[in-house]
């Protein structure tokens, strides 16, 4: 899906309100140049029911957002719960009442040439209506990349920097142009990592399998919410261990988990079926777990949720 957004859309760029077509950058900007920004995802979904919209785990996200920065030494002055507490009011003033992802950047600012950073840095943040990421609802045909995973020790996979996006997008593009969904990285150990901006989970003989934080990975937000919502709500076994790529053509469920996705099955590997090829029914159930907790209607995860227009403070 691509994602363009009206140019009235009203944003969050250097401590000011602002319609997006006033929001603009200059040609010198050294995160132009070298990637040196760092970005966050957060999702907002529609209620009709209750007529509300609720930003799902938005605290963790502007904790992870900040912390993130520190990686790349870019300061992001407000706390986490200041940062929530504008995104309510972007969105409020915005009054939008639809499904919607929120994208917070900051970069280094400065407008020169030369690689080496000083301390000028800005920050925005972006609302944008949005729908399914990926058409994934029947079952995604994926290939394992030829590009590997970047390396932790090269550019931080968990830091969600700019820059190290190339990586996802060479990939992502191979893959289409190959015929498939969507790209499975390997890393440099040839394990398996993660997908392009999502991360991944196997099922083989009713337990979850996902690549630890130590595989070159985002630890994803929605990999922790579907980690807590297997164990607690169906009572599996989720284990953390490196991922061997001909397990993905042997095992019995496979799924990718992110902001923008959500949960999406995967029913194809490198043309091989995973399972009988049809959506299995662990990640069916935790597909609908996760519609459900997004939407408030599992009272034990309201935690996870900040209503937008009944917010009068960050409760989440
Ligand atoms: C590389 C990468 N892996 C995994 C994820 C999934 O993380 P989350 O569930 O926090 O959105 C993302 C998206 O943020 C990502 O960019």
């Known amino acids: 899906m691509k994602l363009g957004a009206d140019p009235e859309v009203i944003v969050y760029f250097d401590n000011q309100f602002v319609p997006l077509r006033d929001a603009r950058v200059n040609i010198l900007t050294h995160a132009l140049h070298y990637g040196t920004g760092v970005f966050e995802g957060i999702r907002a979904y529609w209620d009709d029911g209750e007529q509300e919209l609720f930003l799902l785990r938005p605290l963790e996200h502007y904790q992870r957002w900040k912390k993130n920065c520190g990686i790349l030494r870019i300061g992001v002055p407000p706390a986490a719960e200041t940062l929530c507490d504008i995104t309510v009011e972007l969105i409020q003033r915005n009054k ?12 280094k600012s400065a407008e020169r040439i030369g690689l080496v950073p000083d301390d000028q840095n800005a920050l925005a943040i972006i609302p944008i209506p949005f729908g399914e990421y990926l058409p994934s609802q029947q079952g995604l045909h994926v290939g394992v990349a030829s590009w590997c995973r970047i ?3 090269a550019i931080p996979a968990r830091g969600k920097i700019c820059g190290a996006y190339v990586n996802s997008v060479l990939a992502a593009e191979d893959a289409r142009l190959n015929g498939f969904d969507e790209a499975i990285f390997l890393n440099a150990r040839g394990h398996v990592a993660e997908g392009v901006t999502h991360n991944i989970f196997m099922v083989q003989n009713g337990r979850l399998i996902t ?13 922790d919410t579907i980690t807590e919502l297997a164990r607690r709500e169906l009572n599996l076994e989720v284990v953390e261990r490196p991922i ?10 496979l799924f990718f988990t992110g902001t923008a996705v959500g949960i999406a099955p995967i029913i194809r590997v490198d043309h091989r079926p995973v399972g009988a090829a049809v959506v299995g029914q662990i990640t069916s159930e935790l597909r609908r777990l996760y519609g459900e907790v997004s939407l408030g209607h599992l009272a034990a ?12 403070n960050v409760t989440a």
């Open 96 to 107: 939008f009442r639809s499904d919607l992802y929120i994208r917070p950047l900051a970069y």
């Open 151 to 153: 390396e932790d020790n």
């Open 211 to 223: 690549p630890p934080g130590t595989e070159d990975i985002l630890a994803g937000i929605t990999r």
């Open 244 to 253: 061997g790529r001909s397990e993905l053509y042997a095992c019995d469920e």
């Open 301 to 312: 995860y309201r935690k996870w949720l900040l209503p937008v227009y009944r917010a009068a």
